[in-house]
Each structure stands twice: as structure tokens, then as C-alpha cells.
């Protein structure tokens, strides 16, 4: 079944529209996310039949009219988990929980969640051709200077709860050895269309604000949200890719560059301010005691403020070049633009 894939990749890389015999069965996990939903597109667009794993309650406003299959499962439900995988040549598992109130949240949803999804390909789709595990840099923790770009040889060092949740996941793939062929790959910070997060600097720019933590720059391994579907495709792929993990990010870049770059795309010139580190905790404390209250984490809590107190969060896109040619198709500017002009379209600018 891996050769099969080989073919598809062939045939697509020669402009030609696979048929529909050829077309495969993949799974999405969070098919309906802002990863997710990019790449069921590009996976419908390369010919392959989608299945799409969401719960009942998912917003499926970016994949609605899509033609794909439905399958409706939560990663804690056994019986369901199966029925998702029944009859599917691979998976693509990009659904996490991002946000939680505890450590033991995000090691049920996360790890327990991606050991049980493919337990439940080992026993509903013996046959499965690859089980692409979508985890993040977090999983390998920040790294120690601007020059100090982490590889997939680096012993991880998570620092958050969602980062030790995503190594643990790791770890759980790792441990199916060779009874399941398993690919991981390791988004850098994601932006682009329909991102939530980094929308935020898009949105102070617009209000003429731009703000820097503290005095010291900050630097971070970004990627497109396409060049990022262009990865998973490439490991989805490729028979190399079976057994591997790759990070998947672009060059890096300060979080001042990021606003300067989305301040020429909206044509503004806004007041840079800097804000004192010692104004995260209190923040958060006060987000922690409204998110016992409400039940719902808030977006700055105390894991968060860890991640932002990191200078660098650098890796390396090395062994996905070399391996399975991976380059940037869209250059840093044009992606800020397209994300923007995005923004623009929806109303959210």
C-alpha cells in the first residue's frame, strides 16, 4: 500500500489528476482545525477519498460542503475509535487539545487519546499503509540560543503541560514499533488563513500597537499553514518516511520581524511598546482563578506564560529537506500577505 502512495505523489508531481480508482482512503483526525481543515483541501485536491473524524459538537464551517465521508468519534471512545478506522488505508491525526485546566486533561486527550486511535488501527485496519502523527515543537521544549536550531536527534525537554502531552504521545507511537508503520512530524508555530492565535498581532496592528515582551528579542521557528500541509503530505508519502520524525518549520524569525512584516502588509506604523515580563503572572493568576469559576482554560494562563518566557523556540527543518525535499513554496512576506488579506475577507480585520 506504500507504493501505492509513491504512485499517487508521482503522478501528482507530473500535473496529472489521479483517477478515482486511485484514490485512497485517509483519515483526519480534527478535520475540522485550522491544520486539519488545510489539509483535508489539499488531500481531496490530490484525489484521495477523506474521511473525517470530528464530534457532534465540532464548527464545521471550513469543511462543511466538502465532499468527503463523516465519521463522528471522540479519541476517548473506544467502539467509536474503531468504527472511525474501519476499512482506511491511512490516518492523518491532527487533533489535540491546546487548552486545559490540568496536566492530567492534557495526558488523557493527547497521549492517552493518540495511544487508543491507534490501537484502534492495529485492530481495525491491520493493513494500514502509514499513521502520520501530527505532535509539535513542543513536544521537544525551547532551545538555548538564536543559533541553536534543534534537530529530531535532540533529546526532548518539554516545558509546558501540552508539550510533556505531546512527547508522551510521541512516546506511545514509538512504542507500537514495527507493528505499526507511524510517521511523526513537528509543526513549528503555525499561521496562515483561519488561525486564531497569531491573529492577535494582526489585530494589535491594526490598532496601531506593537508589543514586545520584555527587552530581550525573541525568537521563533515559524511556517505557513500550506507549507506545513506540503510536509505532511511528503512523510504521508513517502515509504522513507515510515519509522521517522521530522520537524516541520521555515526560517526563523524575532516576533518583532513577525510585526513589522504584518505592519507593511496593512500599510500601518504603529507605537511599539514594550511590556515588563512581571505582568504575565498576575495576568495569568487572575486567567487561572476565571478558569476554575468558568470550567474553560483561558487563552493566558500560567503554561502559557512558560512558553512566553522562552527566548527561543528554534528548530530545524534539515531532515525534512534532505529526506523528503521539503521546500518553502510560499516566502514569508507573501504568507503574512495572503494570511492578512484572509483576515480581510472574513471580517476579522
Given at each position: 500500500m506504500v507504493f501505492?502512495?509513491?504512485?499517487?505523489?508521482?503522478?501528482?508531481?507530473?500535473?496529472?489528476k489521479p483517477t478515482e480508482k486511485e484514490g485512497l482512503c485517509v483519515l483526519v483526525t480534527g478535520a475540522n482545525g485550522f491544520v486539519g481543515s488545510h489539509l483535508v483541501e489539499a488531500l481531496l485536491a490530490q484525489g484521495y477519498h477523506v474521511r473525517c473524524m470530528v464530534r457532534q459538537s465540532s464548527d464545521l464551517r471550513y469543511i462543511r460542503d466538502l465532499p468527503v465521508e463523516w465519521t463522528y468519534a471522540d479519541v476517548q471512545d473506544a467502539a467509536a475509535l474503531r468504527q472511525a478506522c474501519t476499512g482506511v488505508d491511512a490516518v492523518c491525526h491532527c487533533a489535540a487539545l491546546t487548552r486545559a485546566l490540568d496536566k492530567e486533561t492534557f495526558l488523557r486527550v493527547n497521549a492517552e487519546g493518540t495511544a487508543a486511535l491507534a490501537q484502534a488501527c492495529l485492530d481495525a485496519s491491520p493493513g494500514l499503509a502509514r499513521f502520520l502523527f501530527v505532535s509539535s515543537h513542543a513536544a521537544a521544549g525551547p532551545s538555548q540560543s538564536a543559533d541553536d536550531l534543534l534537530d529530531e536527534s535532540r533529546p526532548p525537554q518539554p516545558v509546558t503541560w501540552y508539550g510533556k502531552s505531546k512527547w508522551a504521545a510521541e512516546q506511545a507511537v514509538h512504542a507500537l514499533g514495527d507493528r505499526l508503520p507511524w510517521t511523526i512530524v513537528r509543526p513549528a508555530a503555525v499561521f496562515g488563513p483561519r488561525d486564531r492565535d497569531f491573529f492577535s498581532y494582526f489585530e494589535l496592528v491594526k490598532r496601531g500597537l506593537s508589543l514586545r515582551l520584555g527587552r530581550d528579542e525573541r525568537w521563533v521557528s515559524l511556517i505557513y499553514v500550506r507549507d506545513l500541509v506540503d510536509l505532511i503530505l511528503l512523510a504521508l508519502e513517502s515509504e522513507r518516511a515510515v519509522g521517522q520524525t521530522y520537524f516541520g518549520c521555515g526560517a526563523p524569525h524575532t516576533y518583532d520581524q513577525f510585526s513589522a512584516a504584518i505592519a507593511q502588509t496593512l500599510d500601518k506604523h504603529p507605537l511599539h511598546i514594550t511590556l515588563p515580563e512581571a505582568v504575565l503572572a498576575p495576568i495569568a493568576w487572575v486567567s487561572g482563578v476565571?478558569?476554575?469559576?468558568t470550567g474553560k482554560p483561558a487563552l493566558l494562563n500560567d503554561q502559557r506564560v512558560i512558553d512566553m518566557r522562552q527566548l527561543y523556540w528554534l528548530c530545524s527543518p534539515d531532515k525534512a529537506q534532505r529526506e523528503l525535499g521539503l521546500a518553502a513554496h510560499t516566502d514569508f512576506e507573501t504568507a503574512?500577505?495572503?494570511?492578512a488579506d484572509w483576515y480581510i475577507a472574513h471580517n476579522w480585520l
Open positions: 501505492a502512495f509513491g504512485e499517487l505523489q508521482q503522478t501528482a508531481m507530473k500535473g496529472q476565571q478558569g476554575k469559576l503574512v500577505q495572503e494570511t
